[in-house]
C-alpha cells in the first residue's frame, strides 16, 4: 500500500488529478482512492493497492509541479520524534553566512557554503575553511547577528509546539553552533540541541572550532539514538534542506526536503516547496483548529 498526500493550488488540483491519475494508471500503480483530506480541505490524499514510492512521487512531481508532498508506505500518524536541520531550515538564514557580514566576507563565505550544501565540497572541510575565515571577529558579532539577522521560518513555531501538544520530542540537530542553535532552540520549543562549538579566546573568534564536528553523519546517528529511545515502531519525521541531511531523511520514518537542494530531494519521502512549515501540519492530517501557536505566538 501506498498513501500520498499532497498540497497545491486549487486549480492545479483541478486541473492536473485527471491526467495524475492516467500518468500513474500507465505505470501500473493504479488509484484505489482519491479525495480530499477531512478537517485539512487543502489536503490531497492518494490511495495506492501497490507501487513503488520513489516512482510516485516523480509522478506526482511532473503532474503538479511545486507543490507540498509526503509519501508512505502505511497510514500516515502523527511523529513520536521530529528531528530537524536549523539553516535555511527552521530559520530562513545561513548563520554562518550572516555572521561572515560582519567580517565583510560574506560573498565569499556563501559561495562554500552554497557548495557545500549542494554536496560538492566536504562538508567538514569546508566548515572549517569558512570558519577560519572569521578568526579576530568578536564575540558581540554573534548576539547582533542573532537581534538582526536570524529569523525562524515561517510556521516553524507553530510546528513545533502542536507536534509536543501531540507528545512528539524534537530536536534541533546542526551542522551550524551552538552559539545560534540554543537560541533558536529556545524560542522554538526543541527538546534538545545538537552542534558545531565555536572556539573563543579574549572576546575573539580563534578561526577555530572545539570538539567533535556536526555532519552528517552526526544527525543520521542523532535520529537513529533517540528512535531507539522510542522503542519498536516508533514514528520519526526529519527535516532538511542540504545535502549533510540527506542520511537523516533517508532514517526517518518520513524524510522531509523543505525548498531543498537536489540532494536532498533525492533522499526524501516527500517535500515542502511553499514557505510556510505549518505546510506539514497539514499533511500529517492535523486540522487547523489543533495548531498550537507556539512559543512567542
Known amino acids: 500500500m501506498l498513501i500520498a498526500r499532497l498540497i497545491a493550488e486549487p486549480a492545479t488540483l483541478e486541473a492536473?488529478?485527471?491526467?495524475?491519475?492516467?500518468?500513474l494508471s500507465a505505470c501500473d500503480m493504479p488509484v484505489a482512492n482519491a479525495h480530499m483530506l477531512e478537517h485539512c480541505g487543502e489536503v490531497l490524499?492518494?490511495?495506492?493497492?501497490?507501487?513503488?514510492?520513489a516512482d510516485l512521487r516523480r509522478v506526482l512531481d511532473a503532474q503538479f509541479g511545486p507543490c507540498d508532498l509526503l509519501v508512505s508506505d502505511r497510514a500516515i500518524a502523527v511523529p513520536r520524534l521530529f528531528v530537524s536541520d536549523m539553516d535555511s531550515t527552521m530559520i530562513g538564514q545561513e548563520c554562518i553566512d550572516e555572521l561572515a557580514d560582519f567580517a565583510g566576507l560574506k560573498d565569499k563565505v556563501a559561495t562554500i557554503t552554497e557548495r557545500a550544501m549542494q554536496g560538492e565540497l566536504d562538508f567538514e572541510a569546508a566548515l572549517r575553511e569558512r570558519v577560519a575565515l572569521l578568526e579576530g571577529l568578536s564575540e558581540d558579532a554573534i548576539g547582533q547577528c542573532l537581534a538582526e539577522r536570524i529569523h525562524p521560518t515561517p510556521g516553524a513555531r507553530?510546528?513545533?509546539?502542536?507536534?509536543?501538544e501531540k507528545g512528539c520530542r524534537s530536536v534541533l540537530v546542526t551542522g551550524g553552533f551552538h552559539d545560534f542553535a540554543d537560541r533558536v532552540a529556545e524560542q522554538l520549543g526543541f527538546d534538545r540541541v545538537v552542534g558545531n562549538r565555536l572556539a573563543t579566546r579574549d572576546g575573539r573568534l580563534t578561526g577555530g572550532l572545539l570538539g567533535a564536528i556536526s555532519d552528517s553523519s552526526t544527525k543520521a546517528r542523532t535520529l537513529a539514538e533517540e528512535a531507539a529511545a522510542l522503542g519498536e515502531g516508533g514514528i520519526t519525521l526529519a527535516m532538511g534542506d542540504g545535502a549533510n541531511d540527506a542520511p537523516m531523511l533517508r532514517e526517518a520514518s518520513y524524510g522531509i526536503a523543505f525548498r531543498a537542494k537536489p540532494a536532498a530531494r533525492d533522499a526524501a519521502d516527500g517535500w515542502i516547496e511553499s514557505?510556510?512549515?505549518t505546510a506539514m501540519l497539514r499533511l500529517l492530517g492535523i486540522p487547523e483548529r489543533e495548531w498550537s501557536a507556539g512559543k512567542g505566538g
Open 16 to 23: 492536473s488529478l485527471e491526467s495524475a491519475l492516467s500518468a
Open 45 to 53: 490524499e492518494l490511495e495506492l493497492p501497490h507501487g513503488e514510492a
Open 158 to 164: 507553530a510546528l513545533v509546539a502542536t507536534l509536543a
Open 275 to 277: 514557505r510556510d512549515l
